[in-house]
């Protein structure tokens, strides 16, 4: 099963992902989190990524194909959600490709749709666990202590692009560039939309019978 999830940032695609490869043993492919972590590597590769990602602009596709070539290619689980990816015209050939060429299928899109303002106040309340990566809301899903993560015990922190300027960029980035490739997956009648203004179980419940996993 290859699944993509498709969303502005904020709409809780990631969340969704993670529940479901931990629950399933699925493979998360979250593309902002790879590239997160060719940042903190220290890498050549690394720095040139920072330039981008902090200002909300996509990362070029020649440092996508370089990523793509390193991790998803040659992953061997065949059950897998990719989050953040596609999110271009380009992009989307890319992952095309790279089916074709593994003898995989693409078996839906999941597009997750969330009004604007929702998004804003989503993403200026979000952190995440430095050692974990767990990612919580301050309204919509606290931590049990304010500002501590319940599974490391760690201080949790905020992502330097989760700022009212960068979100708004990265929002307009997604519109122009993103939204787009929606056809292309409504018109192969791949696509399914999720309203992600729903609870988290209830959006779970509901990806988990449209993906048919038990
Ligand atoms: P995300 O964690 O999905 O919100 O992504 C954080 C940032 O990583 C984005 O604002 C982009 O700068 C970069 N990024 C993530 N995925 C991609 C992608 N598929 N193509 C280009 N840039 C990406």
Redesign the pocket.
Known sequence: MIAIFLGP?GSGK?TQAAMLAERYDLLHF????V??EEIASGSELGIEIRK??D??????ISI?RVIVEKTLRSQENNQVVL??????DE?ADLLDDVLRETNKKLDGAFYFNLDDSVIIERLVNRRFCPVCKTVYNLVTAPPKFEGICDKEGAVLAT?P?DNASVIMK?LS?YRMETEPILTRYRSADLLSEIDASLDIQVIKTHLESLLRLK
């Not at 200002?55 to 070029?60: D, F, I, N």
């Not at 989050?83 to 271009?88: C, E, H, I, T």
């Open positions: 940032p990631g979250d593309m902002g989190r590239l997160r981008f990602t200002t909300g602009a996509l990362v070029p996508i989050d953040g990816f596609p999110r271009s992009q992502r692009d990265r980035v």
